[in-house]
């Protein structure tokens, strides 16, 4: 195999990671009024789907970090695969015995390979090739996250949802031992389509053990003193990156509930309707990015977390299908903000460009947070009124932007 055609083949290797996590990430909107009836849970429980998926970025990003300059970001990477496939492989017994915890650990395994994942293939995607062209190849791959974002909600939707929600009329008429199988039979239809992740993932694992990739060399052409805290737009930006994940994650991981309260939309449809709205978070960015070019990308941001707070509103306030397509809307807003946030959080932190990275890395722990205070408002309100939450996270994306208002060029360096 030539230089060349070995290069192709590793950007195609490492660009089908970007695939992966997103798959994995944007299934959880599909768990979670999924698992919510199989296992019997309120919607503060079944917020935790979200919480064992995000903290692991909380605890794992450091150490995937040193385990990566140890053994290289190769030896990460197939790490990350290697827990992302062991992950999904124990959703068989989870699924078997019907163990919300169990499912939990699952999650949290799976993450834990994600951390590894995201810690590494921005870098390397930078590297493999010619270095002019390195930020083109990354927008390329980050297209491939907003396709799996896409793409999960569709194929989750389809083979893991029934669309045969077990009302309490169906339930009164059901004797406890049909009840019991019913939700047996929903656990069940997770079994296949996370056995099939798990070979994929595995499969990939291969190829890239295979395929001999490039080390990262450290950049010190800008040598940075002093403690990392004392960057104060990196200390703004983990805390607007903690915000914005949060309220990413409450949005897409409660539609589907969302859908149904408001306008009486079945589960399986409203996967579509999710679908629908991934897909304009795809879109979104190309949009966003072809903006940046006549717009700074402060000021896209500041407008677009207005325009966000706006949507949210009307989906609090309304009812019918105007709610639902100010929800679908609000993804098209959201799409720049994680990749634009982290570029201005690590803008000029030079030799301490991994720290940083790191740190705003760690600050995805808001996905695991804000869906379970959304919860809590969800069940002693309503889902409607519990979109409250992810409003007022744009409060804190707004400030950041304004704050970083006269940045005049910025590269999108980053993806989720």
Not at 190 to 219: C, H, N, R, S
Not at 389 to 397: D, N, Q, R, S, T
Request: hydrophobic share 55%.
């Amino acid at each position: 195999m030539t230089k060349a055609t070995n290069n192709i083949f590793a950007i195609s290797l490492i660009t089908s990671l970007f695939f992966l996590w997103g798959f994995a990430l944007n299934l959880n909107p599909i768990l979670i009024p999924h698992l919510k009836e199989a296992c019997r849970l309120s919607d503060t429980q079944s917020a935790f789907i979200d919480s064992a998926s995000y903290i692991a970025y909380f605890l794992f990003a450091i150490p995937a970090g040193k385990f990566m300059y140890k053994f290289g970001y190769k030896g990460g990477i197939i790490l990350g695969l290697l827990l992302f496939a062991f992950g999904a492989f124990l959703f068989y017994p989870a699924a078997e015995a019907r163990s919300f915890p169990f499912f939990l650990g699952a999650l949290f395994i799976i993450a834990s390979g994600l951390t590894f994942l995201e810690t590494a293939a921005n870098p390397y995607m930078t590297v493999l090739g010619d270095p002019e062209t390195g930020t083109q190849r990354l927008n390329f791959a980050q297209s491939f996250n907003g396709l799996a974002a896409f793409a999960a909600p569709l194929i989750g939707g389809r083979f893991i949802l029934s669309g045969d929600v077990l009302s309490a009329e169906k339930e009164a008429a059901m004797t406890p031992d049909q009840i019991n199988d019913y939700l047996n039979n929903e656990a069940l239809s997770v079994q296949i389509p996370y056995l099939v992740i798990g070979i994929v993932v595995l499969t990939v694992a291969m190829f890239l053990w295979k395929t001999p990739l490039p080390e990262i060399k450290e950049d010190d052409s800008l040598e940075v003193e002093g403690s990392i805290f004392k960057e104060k737009n990196l200390v703004l930006g983990v805390l607007a990156q903690f915000f914005y994940v949060g309220a990413q994650v409450c949005i897409s991981s409660f539609f589907i509930r969302f859908l149904g309260n408001v306008s009486g939309i079945d589960q399986v449809s409203s996967a579509y309707y999710l679908s629908g709205a991934l897909l304009c978070f795809m879109i979104g960015r190309f949009v966003g990015t072809f903006l940046m070019k006549f717009i700074t990308p402060a000021r896209l941001l500041a407008s677009y977390s207005v325009v966000v707070f706006m949507l949210l509103s009307l989906a609090i306030s309304s009812n019918g299908l105007s709610a639902v397509y100010s929800l679908v809307a609000v993804q098209f807003f959201l799409s720049i903000m994680f990749p634009t946030i982290f570029a201005m959080s690590v803008r000029g932190l030079g030799t301490k460009t991994k720290e940083g990275s790191s740190l705003v890395i760690m600050s995805i722990v808001g996905g695991a947070i804000f869906p379970v205070i959304m919860g809590a408002i969800s069940d002693a309100s309503n889902i409607q009124a519990a979109y409250i939450v992810p409003a007022l996270c744009m409060i804190m994306i707004l400030y950041f932007a304004v704050k970083n208002i006269n940045i005049k060029k910025l590269d999108q360096t980053a993806s989720h």
